[in-house]
């Protein structure tokens, strides 16, 4: 068994200097989140949700390659058995192709991982995840990712193993279902309108927060907020730039690789009620970009 190592408790708190982005379309974002609305009062404040407490560390890669520098730090805070290296299970079942999960059990092999398995999707499969101390989940589609963990009764295996210390990661896909509940496609009909971002169950390893992917690249900003305003006040959605990772520790998370990582908050917010198909409308949502290198506070708020 992997033993526990103690988190410290921490605020809230608006730490580092967000950069500015000058990108066509974010006025646009910006404007939304400055929006001055006749939503209600002013709010009360919101209970915090307990977060990765005593848990392995939580690695989330925004797809488009994942950097060496997160390769290498999974490895450090994954705890080996008797004093060997981590034991790597490698989940690729979020793909279709007939090589997937082969680049990421080469990846960890050159990143020194003495032992790397490729699990199989079959009845095997529960034995590797049980004796694994770095657990990665491989990108393509998170529904269907989701879909074979239930089905091969490993969901709830997964957060056991998270909760006895191991390391749990991913990549795109991967990284989506990490969050309290995970968003899939386009917003329908539309973005800012009620309903429009249905929540998936997802792992929930990082309670609170939604984690969204190849958020810059593919100017998810619309889907993301979509899928926030449906959440009861508190929530925190992450968006991640491709070749980049936000590492999840107790309250907080650092920013690896090339990337941004975008944070957007409720917890000060008042926000409408829109009801399916409704036009969302809030104010007060808070918007930080962070850089590599910067370690940034978070906590979701509790409820579902």
């Known amino acids: 068994m992997l033993e526990r190592r103690s988190r ?19 006025r646009c974002l ?8 006749s939503c209600g ?11 990765l407490d005593a848990g392995g560390a939580v690695l989330a890669v925004g797809g488009g390659g994942t950097p060496m520098s997160v390769v290498q730090r999974g490895l450090q805070e994954a705890q080996g058995h008797e004093g060997g290296g981590p034991r790597v299970a490698v989940i690729p079942f979020a793909s279709a192709r007939e090589d997937r999960g082969l680049g990421s059990v080469e990846m960890w092999r050159e990143a020194g991982a003495p032992s790397v ?12 995840v049980e004796s694994a101390d770095l657990i990665w989940l491989g990108g393509g589609s998170q529904r269907r990712l989701m879909e074979s963990l239930d089905r091969l009764d490993l969901t709830e295996l997964i957060r056991d ?6 390391v749990v990661g991913g990549t795109s896909a991967g990284a989506a279902v990490l969050g309290g509940v995970m968003i899939s496609g386009d917003p329908e009909p539309d973005s800012y309108t009620g309903g429009a ?12 927060v939604i984690i969204d992917q ?19 006040r508190g929530w925190v959605g992450v968006g991640i730039s491709e070749g980049t990772a936000a590492v999840f520790e107790a309250d907080s998370f650092e920013v690896l690789g090339k990337g941004v990582v975008l944070v957007l908050e409720t917890s000060t917010a008042t926000l409408g009620d829109a009801g399916p198909g409704e036009l969302q409308r809030a104010s007060g949502v808070t918007l930080s970009v962070h850089t590599p290198g910067e370690r940034r506070e978070v906590r979701g708020a509790s409820g579902p």
């Open 197 to 208: 971002m249905a929540p998936i169950p997802s792992l929930g390893l990082i309670p609170g």
């Open 30 to 37: 910006i404007g939304l989140l400055a929006l001055a609305s």
């Open 161 to 166: 193993r998270h909760r006895a210390g191991a």
């Open 117 to 128: 398995i490729l699990v199989p999707e079959d009845e095997s499969a529960r034995a590797i």
């Open 8 to 26: 410290r408790k921490i605020t809230v708190t608006h730490s580092g200097n967000p950069e500015r982005v000058h990108l066509t379309g974010w």
């Open 214 to 232: 190849h958020f810059r690249e593919r100017r998810r900003e619309g889907r993301l907020i979509s899928a926030l305003l449906d959440r009861p």
């Open 41 to 51: 009062t002013t709010p009360l404040p919101v209970e915090p949700q307990d977060a």
